[in-house]
């Protein structure tokens, strides 16, 4: 099964901007937590920054199960990005192409610069790589010093999200990781053959499952909402760990 999925992950780097905030608790603890959260990566992180209707992400169906039409995610609802952001208590960051039609509200929380299609190296793409998105950010990073950066930094985290054995985790759910949806085939897509495309005549060159909750993968590369939940659901212990400390 190693062979078959390693195609499929992504490694992301999320820069967490803290503040001093207040737990509610009888002895009044107070922790330190992620105020902001500024995204670099690829479409397992993209909200939206790709501009119409350049990407599939843009086509029905995606998005049929939030917000239940195309919202430039490539997902049927929900991505990695929006449950990051749920675990840590804060609204998504809006993203950057959609920065100047956001309030100082919304841009409190940080920014997306992720983009569906990007690399780390430089290459023909049109797609802005890693170094591309840092440098729109004002911000530079090292994929090897994170525990330095930790050190180094004063309550902000740097996390790297171990998507891989989440993955392999979940795959080889038989029923015994609570909280964790089993899938009966993960690695079938509820969106099948060339998803969200028609030929010329206007007919679907794709068929739908007739429940995307029942999926892993939406359209073979991408997780379901339900696929990303069932991974946060593995990886939320450790990670709030690791961001949230005393």
């Given at each position: ?190 969106c099948e053959g060339s998803c969200a495309n028609v030929d010329e005549k206007g007919e679907k060159k794709y068929s739908l499952c007739d429940d995307p909750k029942s999926a892993f993968f939406w359209d ?27």
């Open positions: 099964m190693d062979s078959l999925i390693k195609p499929f992950f992504s490694l992301l780097l999320f820069f967490f901007s803290s503040l001093l905030f207040g737990v509610a608790s009888s002895n009044q603890h107070h922790l330190y937590g992620p105020e902001k959260l500024f995204v670099f990566g690829d479409s397992y992180a993209d909200t939206g920054n790709i501009k119409k209707p350049h990407a599939v992400s843009w086509r029905v169906p995606y998005g049929i199960s939030f917000p239940g039409k195309p919202p430039g995610r490539f997902s049927d609802g929900l991505v990695s990005t929006d449950f990051l952001a749920i675990l840590l208590r804060i609204q998504s960051p809006i993203p950057y192409l959609w920065k100047d039609y956001a309030g100082n509200k919304r841009l409190r929380y940080g920014m997306n610069f992720a983009y569906g299609g990007t690399g780390v190296f430089n290459t023909q793409s049109s797609s802005p790589n890693m170094s591309i998105q840092i440098k729109y950010a004002g911000a530079w990073s090292n994929s090897q010093v994170v525990a330095k950066l930790n050190n180094e930094t004063n309550h902000s985290a740097f996390a790297i999200i171990d998507f891989y054995n989440a993955f392999l985790t979940i795959f080889k759910n038989k029923g015994e990781n609570p909280g964790s949806t089993r899938f009966e085939t993960p690695l079938k897509p509820c073979g590369l991408h997780p379901t909402q339900q696929g990303w939940e069932s991974v946060y659901s593995v990886l939320g212990k450790t990670l709030t760990a690791s961001l949230i400390k005393p």
